[in-house]
């Protein structure tokens, strides 16, 4: 059996300029700054006693032939890896597998790469799982999430047009430390629009000036928040007034009732994550507001850290 963990990701700026409908048309690279927290994806893969395959998730299926799984991440990756029967996959995560926004569908696609084999640098298992996802599975996504969870830490990424994808290195600790300490993360509960994202993509050519403004953002936060580290409010703030602009339904009215509630209790800044429509909310204050925010929107607060933990094997190979 082999067992790998791997990170989901909270994106702070620049989300949507991953997406290739900008990168590959935009006069400047698409631009994310993001970071690992410590919650995990966790992948098992293990040889099975009889040649059916069993994949467990949120349901459990056992089928005869990889065609018929009906998880399309597993059933494309173990298709590109002429996998075959007899096996035996599970999943199990931290957070809701499904509309978190925080990246957990790409964390299991590096996780489950990085079960099957461990020949891959981190940009190759991004790359892969990308690859998987967007043109096997036919999912609208970027690249920022799989990249994230590849590399894990508090990291910038320029996405260029010609698909190369530049990784920085990890913020310093102290700076790292000073970000955590505002930051509040809630659970608005799962999206229910899930196409969102293909509006999003859809939209881009309309969009590219505003998305542009969001990518110079991730790089001006970049620059300046080793420096400046209180001013992450600022900027999710900012970001979140055009990120919501993108596409229908990336906010709504409880969402913008949310957002107020909190502006009002001490929040400077903040943003739903991922896609929108539901997921996880994440706000940014002065440590000495975080009880009145939480009494403020009334949801479920999810305590997190930062982590340098990348997707590893943490069993067996």
């Given at each position: 059996m082999?067992?790998?963990?791997?990170?989901?990701?909270?994106?702070?700026?620049?989300?949507?300029?991953?997406?290739?409908?900008?990168?590959?048309?935009?006069?400047?690279?698409?631009?994310?700054?993001?970071?690992a927290i410590d919650k995990y994806v966790y992948v098992?893969?293990?040889?099975?006693?009889?040649?059916?395959?069993?994949?467990s998730y949120s349901v459990t299926e056992v089928v005869d032939n990889v065609d018929d799984i009906q998880h399309d991440i597993v059933r494309n990756t173990m298709k590109r890896f002429n996998m075959g029967t007899g096996w035996e996959i599970v999943s199990i995560a931290d957070i809701p597998g499904v509309g978190s926004g925080l990246g957990a569908s790409s964390s299991f696609a590096v996780g489950l790469i990085g079960a099957i084999t461990n020949h891959l640098s981190p940009t190759g298992v991004a790359e892969m799982a990308y690859d998987i996802e967007r043109n096997d599975c036919k999912r609208y996504c970027g690249k920022q999430d799989q990249y994230a969870a590849a590399f894990g830490g508090t990291r910038f990424y320029r996405f260029w047009d010609d698909g190369y994808v530049s990784v920085s290195t990890s913020l310093d600790s102290k700076t790292k430390k000073s970000m955590e300490k505002h930051l509040q993360l809630f659970y608005l509960g799962p999206r229910k629009d899930q196409d969102i994202l293909k509006r999003q993509a859809r939209n881009t050519p309309d969009r590219m000036e505003m998305l542009g403004e969001m990518a110079r953002m991730a790089r001006d936060l970049w620059d300046e928040i080793s420096i400046y580290p209180c001013e992450l409010g600022q900027y999710l703030d900012?970001?979140?007034?055009?990120?919501?602009?993108?596409?229908?339904?990336?906010?709504?009215?409880?969402?913008?009732?949310?957002?107020?509630?909190?502006?009002?209790?001490?929040?400077?800044?903040?943003?739903?994550?991922?896609?929108?429509?539901?997921?996880?909310?994440?706000?940014?204050?002065?440590?000495?507001?975080?009880?009145?925010?939480?009494?403020?929107?009334?949801?479920?607060?999810?305590?997190?850290?930062?982590?340098?933990?990348?997707?590893?094997?943490?069993?067996?190979?």
């Open positions: 082999i067992i790998t963990r791997t990170p989901i990701r909270i994106s702070f700026v620049g989300g949507g300029t991953d997406l290739p409908e900008y990168f590959e048309n935009a006069d400047f690279p698409g631009m994310v700054f993001s970071t098992a893969l293990n040889r099975k006693f009889d040649d059916k395959i069993r994949v900012l970001n979140w007034e055009y990120k919501r602009k993108l596409a229908a339904n990336i906010s709504n009215s409880q969402i913008e009732n949310i957002y107020q509630k909190a502006m009002k209790a001490g929040a400077n800044g903040g943003k739903v994550l991922g896609q929108g429509g539901g997921g996880f909310m994440l706000f940014h204050s002065d440590p000495k507001y975080h009880r009145s925010i939480k009494d403020a929107v009334g949801l479920k607060e999810v305590p997190f850290k930062f982590t340098e933990h990348r997707s590893e094997v943490i069993y067996g190979r």
